[in-house]
């Protein structure tokens, strides 16, 4: 199909974390195959990690605990998983580009300039006692967030059991923005938005909310879906399991671009003007 360009610009994005603001991808399979080692069992592959990413934590452990067959129960694969978060979370950094980006999307939020806001907002499946653990040494980049534009994966305004592939994360996140856009701000439309995720079953729920998708992946999960990477920008490779697809986008429709890293964003490809830095 031919790309659609006639897109209205972008006027808000919302942001994954895990793996997309912060190098947790890395320290999660760390933690894993430590578990996975004492028990003996083998290495966390890829084909099984792509399944876990971007989900809710139930139904990533879930998908885990199938595939590993430990010998221990899932609350005492729990217990010890949490043990090394804490450990290892309070470690984390932001990843390439990240802190540039989300500074530049502030600053056209300032009421002395004359470009049009860009409003943000973040949609993480961890739930709250994890993006503490996460971000809580990371005040400073995550203060862009205000506490109310937070949707986190126990947030009690998502329905228990809806969360990525499922759109509603997305679609709650552009809600928060709306409910609170200054007095004479139109309210925002998905097609205006920009969802911005690593995770396959991430860009899949941003398909279904209706909104472009920038798809930011780990090396290595690129890897794993070389040749489908038009089924993955499209929403099309089935992680949300049989859910009618009517929802999703279509190969090469333009909706969704795969970008390396987050250094050096095409602010201006969607439509977004930066203000320069004031001296």
């Not at 990843?95 to 943000?120: K, Y």
């Not at 947030?155 to 994360?169: A, F, H, M, N, S």
């Not at 992680?239 to 250094?263: F, I, M, T």
């Amino acid at each position: 199909m031919a790309p659609r360009t006639d897109f209205p610009p972008v006027r808000a994005c919302l942001f994954d974390m895990d793996g997309l603001l912060l190098d947790t991808e890395d320290i999660y399979t760390l933690c894993i195959n430590l578990i996975l080692d004492k028990y003996s069992r083998p290495s966390l592959p890829w084909s099984i990690k792509a399944q876990l990413q971007g989900r809710p934590g139930p139904a990533a452990n879930k998908i885990f605990l199938e595939w590993a067959q430990l010998p221990i129960t899932a609350e005492e694969f729990a217990a010890e998983n949490a043990v090394l978060h804490q450990k290892l979370f309070p470690g984390t950094k932001p990843l390439p580009g990240v802190p540039e980006l989300l500074t530049s999307l502030v600053r056209t939020q300032q009421p002395d300039v004359e470009t049009p806001a860009v409003h943000i907002a973040l949609a993480t499946s961890s739930h709250m006692g994890n993006f503490k653990l996460k971000t809580n040494h990371l005040a400073d980049l995550f203060s862009v967030f205000p506490d109310n534009r937070r949707v986190v994966g126990d947030d009690t305004r998502l329905t228990p059991g809806r969360g990525k592939p499922l759109p509603d994360i997305f679609l709650l996140a552009l809600k928060t923005i709306n409910d609170s856009l200054p007095e004479g701000e139109a309210p925002i439309k998905p097609e205006e938005c920009l969802v911005f995720e690593d995770s396959v079953p991430g860009v899949e729920a941003g398909r279904r909310a209706g909104m472009r998708v920038i798809w930011c992946p780990h090396p290595m999960l690129k890897k794993e879906y070389a040749g489908r990477e038009e089924e993955v920008l499209a929403g099309r490779t089935g992680e949300a399991g049989q859910v009618d697809l009517h929802q999703v986008g279509e190969l090469g429709d333009g909706w969704s671009e795969y970008l390396v890293s987050l250094e050096n964003f095409p602010y201006e490809k969607y439509g977004m003007v930066i203000p320069p830095v004031k001296a």
